[in-house]
């Protein structure tokens, strides 16, 4: 009778512990982006080594869900979407992107932090080399994000 209580108490504490939402600064459970969920603003963009003027990107939002990530410009036109995947095991968390627009199918990999309400994400270009650091290569790029207080 004691294995029995002991083993429903245990089964009972794993299910309690993988549907808590992660806390705030923590990676989320099971390789999802949680705390990433929200919209932002592009603050800086950085490709093949040099910075974008802003005027490239002023006006744009990012809206992050726990499984998508869709860029729209200034005029809410969706411009890009993709599907991810976290691994939060590593740190800075390791991200994998299959591009759903404009070219569906399109897998780029990358690392992804968040910083209180700032969220980098540096990926690589189609034919570029995955990046290991928070700067820029030939055919790499790198997006600095601010969360919209809504």
């Given amino acids: 009778m004691k294995r029995l209580a002991a083993m429903t108490a245990c089964a009972t504490l794993v299910a309690w512990v993988a549907v808590q939402p ?33 005027e ?18 200034k005029d809410k036109k969706d411009l890009y979407a993709t599907k991810y995947q976290l691994d939060t095991s590593k740190t800075p968390w390791q991200i994998t992107m299959t591009s759903i627009l404009p070219v ?28 290991t650091t928070f700067s820029t290569k030939e055919k790499q790029n790198m997006v600095t994000l601010d969360r919209v207080k809504e």
């Fill in 22 to 54: 992660a806390r705030p600064g923590e990676p989320a459970k099971g390789g999802k982006g949680k705390d990433l969920v929200g919209t932002y603003k592009i603050v800086a963009d950085e490709r093949d080594g040099k910075k974008t003027p802003e």
């Fill in 56 to 73: 490239h990107f002023k006006g744009a939002t990012v809206r992050i869900t726990e499984d998508t990530i869709t860029a729209t410009d």
């Fill in 104 to 131: 569906k199918g399109e897998v780029s990999k990358g690392l992804i932090k968040r910083e209180g309400d700032t969220v980098t994400l540096v990926y690589a270009l189609p034919g570029g080399q995955t990046p």
